[in-house]
């Protein structure tokens, strides 16, 4: 049974930083892409970024230059570190996991976790 279990969330100020981590279990997490993605309330669910299982890194342009994805294969888990912090960027966050080619949609992605909410305060 596939499990993806995200934390890391919480309340921060403007300007500041959080690191989500998404731990996963029940599949060959190097075989992989993960994927983050947020949700706001009475808002459809958006991309947010995406890491291959070789690495490769692809943002929303929202977040590009602020937001940084990575993984650890080693330890089945891909991290989302978030400076600069933006009221907008209030959501609850959401890891996914799909394997093959990039995709930004939701739909396309088989595994997803429970949420972490993130809000950021002005």
């Known amino acids: 049974q596939v499990q993806l279990v995200e934390s890391g969330g919480g309340l921060v100020q403007a300007g500041g930083s959080l690191r989500l981590s998404c731990a996963a279990s029940?599949?060959?997490?190097?075989?992989?892409?993960m994927g983050w993605f947020r949700q706001a309330p009475g808002k459809e669910r958006e991309f947010v970024a995406t890491?291959?299982?070789?690495?490769?890194?692809y943002y929303a342009d929202s977040v590009k230059g602020r937001f940084t994805i990575s993984r650890d294969n080693a330890e089945n888990t891909v991290y989302l570190q978030m400076n600069s912090l933006k009221p907008e960027d209030t959501a609850v966050y959401y890891c996914?996991?799909?394997?093959?080619?990039?995709?930004?949609?939701?739909?396309?992605?088989?595994?997803w976790g429970q949420g972490t909410q993130v809000t950021v305060s002005s």
């Open positions: 996914a996991a799909k394997m093959g080619l990039i995709t930004t949609a939701p739909g396309s992605y088989n595994y």
């Open positions: 029940g599949l060959i997490f190097s075989n992989y892409r």
């Open positions: 890491i291959s299982s070789a690495g490769g890194t």
